[in-house]
């Protein structure tokens, strides 16, 4: 017989990880706003930005195994209470900056202004409202583009009792899982690439729901590694992770490259003790780790109004801005998603939970959203 291996009793706060959410969104949001820069230069590390919601996605397999996978495996989970907690996460969120955007392009349209036609796309409303865009269904990338990887996530969330059953029954050979998993990622990009003609870390409306399932599935793995633990010096392989992946991303390395190390990045922050993972667990860095979401999701509504009305003011026109500007413009995203977060991320995740079809009280607290993290001394959706 084999001897069951030690498991990790990990704690449910994991704060450097909920830090990290806010480093991925801030890397996106650089990302967007970079060509309305005055400059004549794309560093390979903005141009790589992209690749934070790879980082979201590899985040999610890890956290969502961390918190449920044991319920699925023994087969005590609540499937229903599951997707609930989940759609009560990101649903909310994700129609009001949908209908927010609609609001912006009918206002941009009475005045005048010009719009890109497939920002209004009125056949791709339907699939946004049913966060199904990322699965080839909606005609256009149209409304509020960021959350093709929401619905992404949610493809993720509906299949998570596969990936589940795939991670519980090779919970005693991680290592196996991971070399998997890891091998997957550089291979299904060279084989999207060669079919499609474009990266799958690339895809958005097409092909999202395809693009989350190799990191989400390198998540999964990683969290595995980590559940029999310990992982011998985590901040070490944190560090050299992190710093392996800026250089990656600086020199423009190929994106497996970087994905790979953004999750051993992952696996020593989770590792590392809050005690000892200084400003990645500090309240200011959870706090803007727990608004993330929201400031992921605000970036183009955000930038769409800042922009426009700075060049206006500047008279810069199509020229770009001159950095102190854009540097306020960037830095006015987490103000504002500060704002959708406690009057209506939180308040509608909480009110939704409340009233679960079926169950008369709120679910107990569990994880956070892909997007995904903890908060607090609890983890919550």
């Known amino acids: 017989m084999t001897a069951t291996p030690p498991v990790l009793h990990a704690p449910a706060d994991i704060r450097p990880l909920t830090a990290l959410r806010f480093l991925a969104a801030a890397w996106v949001v650089v990302y967007a706003f970079w060509p309305d820069l005055n400059v004549g230069v794309l560093p390979h590390a903005v141009a790589k930005g992209y690749l934070g919601v790879e980082v979201f996605f590899v985040l999610s397999g890890f956290i969502l195994c961390h918190v449920y996978l044991e319920a699925f495996g023994t087969k005590r989970s609540d499937y229903g209470g599951f997707l609930w907690a989940r ?47 990322a699965w080839g269904l909606s005609p256009e990338a149209a409304f509020n583009h960021p959350s093709w990887s929401i619905s992404a996530e949610w493809f993720a969330y509906l299949a998570f009792p596969v990936f589940a059953a795939a991670a519980w029954r090779m919970r005693h050979r991680p290592w196996i899982a991971l070399s ?18 474009f990266p799958l870390t690339q895809a958005t409306i097409r092909w999202g729901a395809l693009r989350i399932v190799p990191c989400f599935a390198y998540g999964c793995a990683l969290y595995l590694i980590y559940r ?10 944190a560090g050299v992770a992190a710093l392996g992946l800026m250089a990656a991303a600086a020199l423009g390395a190929p994106d497996a490259v970087i994905v790979l190390g953004a999750g051993l990045m992952i696996l020593g922050l989770a590792a590392l003790p809050n005690s000892r993972a200084g400003v990645m667990a500090s309240a200011p860095a959870v706090y803007l780790g727990e608004i993330s979401y929201s400031v992921y999701m605000v ?32 830095l006015s995203v987490p103000v504002v998603a500060a704002v959708t977060y406690h009057l209506v991320e939180k308040p509608a995740r909480g009110w939704l939970r409340a009233r679960r079809p079926g169950h008369k009280r709120a679910l107990p607290p569990t994880a956070n959203s892909p997007v995904e993290g903890f908060q607090g001394s609890k983890t919550i959706v």
């Open 87 to 133: 759609l009560a996460r990101v649903y909310p969120l994700h129609l009001f900056t949908l209908f927010g955007v609609i609001a912006l392009g009918l206002a941009a349209t009475v005045a005048g202004m010009s719009l890109n036609a497939n920002m209004l796309d009125w056949a791709s409303l339907p699939a946004n409202l049913a966060m199904v865009h």
């Open 299 to 330: 970036c183009i509504p955000v930038k769409l109004v800042t922009v426009n009305l700075a060049a206006r003011l500047t008279g810069s026109g199509d020229a770009g801005l001159a950095f102190p500007v854009w540097i306020a413009l960037v």
């Open 180 to 197: 998997a998993t890891a091998a997957f990622i550089p291979a299904i990009y060279l084989a999207f690439e060669a079919l499609a003609g």
């Open 228 to 237: 029999r633990g310990p992982i011998t010096r985590p901040g070490l392989l």
